[in-house]
């Protein structure tokens, strides 16, 4: 079922949220853009006349009640948000009353779903690998069923609008859509915005394809690099994971960033890429320091000549302006990752440059532009561009897990 397509009136409607907000140490909100992400989805219900209960994960209090991760800290917010009282059933696992006396129009918002263990399913207490491990792992999913059931028992309609941890087989994010048939189970609009930009990125793109890999470790993204040799005309390799790539070749990357384990990988990425015709473009001069701080000496050494006593810090413009020109002439541009240390001013000037060109190719050329994974979003923001290109993922690790070309969960159950 679509979400546009079906009338919530008279329909008590169980909305699964990312509500894992960032709070300060007094418990409040220090960024809401999570809760404003899912307004469409929440207010259609309400203004079609439905009931509505929201449930979300805050943290990660592994099935135990804690009460800095209470969801009831957030009541304020949500209910600014949405522009009615939001009522707090303190159990999720025992809302039976507060979900009865719920009238159409009315919001309730269930407590941190993953003080229950059985939201996430795994055993607690038990080693992976241990003799007791199996049969508690078969008792926990029993356990994660019922409470699947218990939690679609509240609702005549289910919907997932949790992009951030649709990667997930949790109760409420996947086992939960068991209960409903095909006509009342449906993605929420984030959702469907979220699979909507990644297939247009995946399935749809328009060539030339430019994909733009950085950050820290080949190892975290080397199922993405995979996936995307398949698919993307240019494949940028910058930031941290770069100097693998080089240190394979035989090049001098001196104090920089490495995964020794991953050299062969990045050849045979290398290697794959040529045969698929995919330009692989890697950085070829850094912005170096000695030491990893903001206020220190800056030299540019060539990427496999950096002495060793300096590491990579930054791209520089040598390499910005190569990849500026593939940016440019693209039709379809994924980025995660930043190429730099962006998170130190003096180093963050080449991922400033590379939001910018994505930028510029989507507001000039027309461009479709996917930008996502936590650390390309905070640079996206930390240079005002987040509303120049086109879509600005909010699922770090779900992102991650679909460009991998994985079935997330969260949608497959929908789908099913
Ligand atoms: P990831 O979470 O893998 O996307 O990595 C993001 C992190 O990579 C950021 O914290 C960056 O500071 C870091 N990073 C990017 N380039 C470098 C580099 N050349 N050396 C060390 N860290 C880097």
């Known amino acids: 079922m679509k979400i546009n397509d079906f009338n919530f009136a008279g329909q008590k409607a169980i909305v699964r949220v990312d509500f894992n907000v960032p709070l300060d140490e007094n418990g409040n909100v220090t960024d809401d853009t999570r809760i404003r992400g899912a307004l469409p989805t929440l207010k ?242 850094s912005v170096c320091a000695q030491e990893f701080k903001n206020d220190t000496e800056r030299r540019v050494f060539p990427i496999n000549e950096i002495p060793n006593d300096w590491e990579g810090m930054d791209a520089s413009e040598e390499s910005l302006e190569k990849w500026k020109k593939i940016i440019l002439e693209s039709k379809t541009i994924l980025w995660n990752g930043p190429v730099g240390v962006f998170e130190l001013d003096n180093f ?4 400033g440059e590379i939001a910018h060109y994505v930028a510029e190719a989507t507001q000039k050329n027309g461009a479709f532009s996917l930008v996502g994974g936590g650390d390309s979003v905070a640079a996206v923001n930390k240079f005002g561009l987040a509303n120049k290109v086109s879509y600005v993922s909010t699922g770090g690790g779900a992102m991650l897990e679909a460009i991998e070309g994985k079935v997330l969960p969260g949608v497959a159950a929908i789908n099913k």
């Open 44 to 285: 259609k219900v309400l203004a079609d006349g439905g009931a509505l209960i929201m449930m979300s994960h805050m943290g990660k209090p592994k099935g135990k009640v804690k009460a800095e991760l209470s969801l009831e800290q957030i009541v304020k917010n949500v209910s600014a948000a949405l522009g009615v009282p939001v009522k707090f059933a303190k159990d999720a696992g025992k809302a039976e009353a507060e979900v009865a006396e719920l009238k159409n129009g009315e919001a309730l918002l269930l407590e941190n779903l993953r003080f229950y263990a059985e939201e996430e399913g795994k055993p607690v207490g038990v080693e992976k690998g241990t003799p007791e491990y199996d049969a508690a792992a078969k008792e926990m999913k029993s356990r994660q069923a019922d409470f699947a059931k218990k939690l679609a028992s509240y609702a005549d309609v289910y919907v997932n609008d949790a992009f951030g941890t649709a990667h997930r087989k949790h109760a409420s994010t996947a086992v939960i859509a068991d209960s409903f048939d095909a006509d009342h189970k449906m993605l929420g609009f984030l959702m469907e915005q979220e699979v909507t930009a990644i297939e247009n990125v995946l399935k749809n793109a328009q060539h030339p394809f430019t994909a733009i890999i950085g950050g820290s470790k080949v190892s975290s993204k080397l199922g993405v690099i995979k996936n995307l040799l398949d698919k993307v005309d240019n494949l940028i390799i910058g930031g941290g994971m770069g100097y693998t790539f080089i240190k394979a070749q035989g090049g001098n990357i001196g104090m920089s960033l490495h995964e020794d384990d991953l050299m062969l990988e990045a050849l045979n990425v290398m290697k794959e890429a040529k045969e698929k015709g995919v330009n692989l473009s890697l950085s070829t001069a």
């Open 348 to 351: 963050a000037h080449g991922t």
